[in-house]
């Protein structure tokens, strides 16, 4: 039965990435512009280069036979060439993604590092001050423009104080050799004689856009974790347990931990999408060089095949980290995983 | 000395608007060793009651009372910590909702395992461990599951209505406890588990001297051994008293109309003859008739019906109505 329910979320995720292929496929008709241009990403051919294009893009058959030689190609690696730097874009999604990637898995590792416990206690001190502190500090959190306060933390963090640096993922006195793409591991990976202090420096650059990153889906942790903690003291097996003598903490531990935090895990994986969408802000304001501002730069930059690229990459991204979030809330709550049959 | 000694509960549910007073200045009590009923229509507030003395009702409910003795120690003054400890070590109910109160994400074996009282065991780790395995098996064999694997090693929900009862019952007789507080135990059960509950419970009165208040519609199961029936009719006693005396004498005519509805009564029923019943439903909690609740659906109701009438109590058996009934003398 579980195995029917993760096939039948497989085909789920087939059936969305065949959607986002078409979308994708039908925005070179869309953007304005020359359709063969749009798709390859060569503008400017002459007439030998134009018939070779044509041939290797099927432009002269019919859509379904280009859709499928598009399929080809982007299973092959080859999404066309940037307008702007004339690479390849699948190469440069393939350099940036880690970049993005690493930010937004250490925000959220601190988003659940720091919010779940503060959740859990401010739900044990319900509607007492360290309740109040929290929630309070939460709203203003939640409610605080990110640009905004990655302006505020760059003023006074690195203008004022210079305890650390605005932007960039680490000093340019360091040469680290890019083999997996996120920074720490590279440096970890890196064998050279100045690897701590390379780390220290990373380590300095990685924290301001981490805390503002962070910052949003804290503040949803904190309050998602202590109205679902709420909710489950209130529930008649944990007033029963309690009468059967157990004290406040075997209660906590025992019982309402473990029925509060499966939605908290479901939450956790929703949280992604919203943090791939804030890290590309994060990376503007930071110059993170993550696929976000190349995105961007594209967009402003009218580089059609980079941004179909970039939106696939980033879309396909999405959908997996969400199925794989849904999955592994299945597979740990007991009740769901009973009824996952149930479940489209 | 009594062992629960309640004066004037009352349970009042705050909401928006208004307070509803669901139960009404309810008093009885229990001695030790003693089986008590507690009967009534459903809704009539019996749930309640028992949730308020082991105090597991919401911080919705507002509960008041004179006074709410536990073998001399009024419940209702200590911490809720300290009356934790107290209830928790000497009362245990048995819920009406059993599958509402296990926690859905944690196994049978471990829910069972957590009730049993600390015992001081030297042994070893792994001794121990054993030791809790026989002691929960021995339980559940108690209740009447044969396939004790399977039932510890599952999950509330993948457990029937009745098995999960069973659950309950066996967690409330864990810690032998002074007085057991059941609920409707047996809703669920097919009847030869039914009767097998009914004299599991029945010997642990016997033998270990346990009380039980039982809320319970199968009067005619608990009639035997049961010290005292209190009846109550939307949230106010009616009629309390010796079991035999109200059984041979009902002086109030909801205990009579309760009785007659029992199929075996006074065994004058014919084939296919109609059940005797009071006409009408009990009375929502937010439109309560003034004067006598009952009074709608009483067939003795007159003029004087519509003031309140006040209990009155004769040889330790009480009742509350103007026009009481007199055994006519066959
Ligand atoms: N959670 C609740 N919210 C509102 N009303 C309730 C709630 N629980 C019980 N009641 C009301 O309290 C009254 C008594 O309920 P209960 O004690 O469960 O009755 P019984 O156990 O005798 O069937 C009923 O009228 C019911 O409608
Ligand atoms: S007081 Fe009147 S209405 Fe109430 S039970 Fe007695 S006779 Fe019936
Ligand atoms: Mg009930």
């Known amino acids: ?344 | 000395m009594h062992l629960l000694d309640i004066r004037n509960l009352t349970i009042e549910l705050q909401t928006a608007e208004t307070t509803i007073r669901a139960v009404d200045r309810v008093s009885f009590s229990l001695k030790e060793g003693e089986v008590h009923a507690l009967v009534g229509e459903s809704g009539s507030g019996k749930s309640l009651i028992a949730k308020a003395i082991v105090g597991v009702l919401n911080e919705r409910w507002v509960i008041t009372a004179d006074r709410m003795h536990w073998r001399g120690v009024d419940l209702m003054r200590l911490t809720p910590e300290q009356r934790r400890k107290t209830v928790s070590q000497d009362i245990a109910m048995i819920y009406q909702d059993p599958s509402r109160c296990l926690d859905p994400t944690a196994k049978i074996f471990n829910q069972i395992a957590e009730t049993l009282p600390e015992v001081a065991t030297t042994g070893f780790f792994l001794k121990r461990n054993r030791a809790r395995k026989d002691r929960v098996k021995a339980l559940i064999h108690k209740v009447g599951i044969k396939n004790h694997e399977a039932v510890l090693d599952s999950y509330p929900h993948e457990l029937s209505e009745g098995v999960c009862q069973k659950v309950m019952i066996a967690m409330a007789i864990a810690r032998t406890p002074k007085l057991l507080i059941a609920d409707e135990p047996t809703t669920a059960l097919e009847s030869t588990t039914r009767a097998q509950v009914f004299r599991l419970l029945k010997s642990l009165n016997q033998l270990k001297n346990m009380s039980i208040l039982m809320i319970s519609h199968e009067l005619e199961e608990i009639v035997n051994w049961s010290h005292g029936i209190h009846v109550l009719y939307c949230g106010q006693m009616v009629e309390a008293g010796p079991t035999q005396r109200i059984f041979s004498q009902p002086r109030h005519p909801y205990t009579q109309a309760l009785l007659k509805s029992l199929p075996d009564y006074e065994h004058g029923l014919a084939h296919k003859e109609p059940f005797y019943a009071l006409k009408g439903t009990i009375p929502t909690l937010q439109h309560l008739p003034i004067g006598c609740r009952l009074g709608p659906r009483c067939p003795q109701a007159q003029k004087e019906c519509v003031v309140a009438p006040k209990l009155s109590k004769h040889h330790g058996h009480s009742y509350a109505c103007h026009f009481p009934l007199i055994k006519e003398v066959k």
């Open chain 1, 1 to 344: 039965m579980i195995l029917d329910y993760i096939l039948r979320r497989l085909g789920l995720l087939f059936f969305m990435v065949l959607l986002l292929s078409i979308f994708t496929f039908s925005l070179s008709y869309l953007f304005p512009g020359d359709v063969l241009s749009n798709l390859s990403g060569v503008s400017n051919t002459n007439f030998a280069q134009s018939a070779l294009l044509e041939e290797k893009y099927r432009v002269n058959s019919n859509y379904f036979i280009q859709y499928i030689a598009f399929l080809d190609r982007i299973l092959q690696g080859d999404w066309g060439v940037s307008f702007a730097s004339g690479d390849s874009v699948f190469k440069h999604i393939l350099d940036l993604i880690p970049a993005t990637l690493e930010l937004s898995i250490y925000a959220l590792l601190i988003s659940v590092v720091v919010g779940v416990p503060l959740g859990i206690l401010a739900s044990a001190y319900y509607k007492r001050w360290p309740d109040k502190l929290i929630s309070s500090t939460a709203i203003v959190g939640y409610s605080m423009p990110i640009f905004w306060l990655a302006l505020l933390l760059i003023m006074v963090f690195s203008l004022k104080l210079g305890w650390f640096p605005m932007s960039g993922r680490v000093s340019l006195l360091y040469e680290i050799p890019a083999s997996t793409g996120f920074i720490l591991v590279d440096i970890l990976l890196a064998d050279f004689p100045y690897n701590g202090m390379a780390m220290l420096d990373a380590l300095h650059h990685l924290t301001l856009p981490t805390i503002v990153l962070a910052m949003y889906p804290t503040t949803v942790l904190v309050r998602f974790t202590r109205e679902s903690m709420l909710k489950v003291m209130d529930q008649s097996y944990i007033k029963t347990a309690r009468a059967k003598g157990l004290n406040r903490g075997q209660l906590i531990i025992h019982h309402a931990l473990r029925n509060a935090l499966l939605p908290v895990i479901k939450q956790i994986g929703l949280q992604f999408s919203t943090l791939i969408t804030l890290a590309m802000i994060t990376e503007v304001i930071f110059s993170w060089p993550g696929i976000g501002r190349w995105l961007i730069d594209s967009i402003y930059q009218r580089d059609y095949p980079a941004i179909q690229g970039g939106l696939m990459a980033v879309s396909l991204f999405i959908i997996i980290a969400t199925i794989m979030a849904e999955l592994t809330y299945t597979l740990l709550d007991p009740l769901s995983r009973n009824q996952a049959h149930g479940k489209v």
